[in-house]
């Protein structure tokens, strides 16, 4: 395994652990926020009017799995297919498999062939560019958890009824009008 290759899979690790994290915590932080803010949230929600929505279509077409995944794929499936593998849990880490395939998940993939420390042949500049992408996509879904209003929220150290009055300034509320909704309720 060339050190640019293991370089890049413990990023790769690293990063899903920090995205798995993220996520739970944002969560967590959604749930806080939404205690917090109900009636703030029934109320905005209350004054806006529904929006007209169009049928869904159905989307059958898929986009083309790109090499690389089709190669990691092929590479981790001849060894942890539940036929040839000798694992306990073969059946369960091959459905994993097939799950960041179908998702076009190459971070997935390249996570699962840490885990089992399988080694891949080596890949190409292209090849690197595109995992390079998918790093920079985690990295970005890690931010988007981190810059929503509940996440700001549950973690800011700022007065929380000033903090407060932010919420209201971004979310469009009119403290009157609010005020007003509430005691009619």
């Known amino acids: 395994m060339s050190k640019r290759f293991k370089k890049i899979s413990l990023k790769i690790e690293y990063l899903n652990l920090e995205l798995e994290e993220v996520e739970e915590m944002a969560e967590k932080y ?3 926020f939404n205690k917090e803010f ?5 109320y905005v929600k209350s004054t806006q009017k529904p929006q007209k929505t169009n049928p869904i279509v159905n989307d059958d077409s898929t986009p083309p799995t790109s090499p690389l995944i089709q190669k990691i794929y092929r590479n981790l499936a ?8 000798q694992l306990k849990n073969a059946e369960r880490e091959y459905k994993k498999v097939t799950k960041c395939y179908d998702n076009h998940d190459l971070v997935g993939l390249l996570t699962l062939t840490n885990k089992h420390r399988i080694e891949l042949p080596e ?3 292209e090849e690197y560019l595109k995992v390079e992408d998918a790093i920079k996509d985690t990295e970005m879904k890690i931010k988007s ?7 700001m929220w549950c973690n800011s150290d700022e007065d929380k009824e000033l903090l407060k009055q ?3 300034q971004m979310i469009g509320l009119n403290e009157q ?8 309720l």
């Open 30 to 32: 959604l749930e806080e």
């Open 38 to 42: 109900y009636h703030e949230i029934a």
């Open 78 to 85: 001849k060894i942890l297919h539940p036929d040839v593998s």
């Open 123 to 125: 890949l190409s500049d």
């Open 145 to 151: 958890n981190q810059t929503t209003l509940a996440w």
């Open 166 to 168: 932010k919420v209201y």
């Open 177 to 184: 009008d609010y005020e007003k909704w509430k005691n009619d």
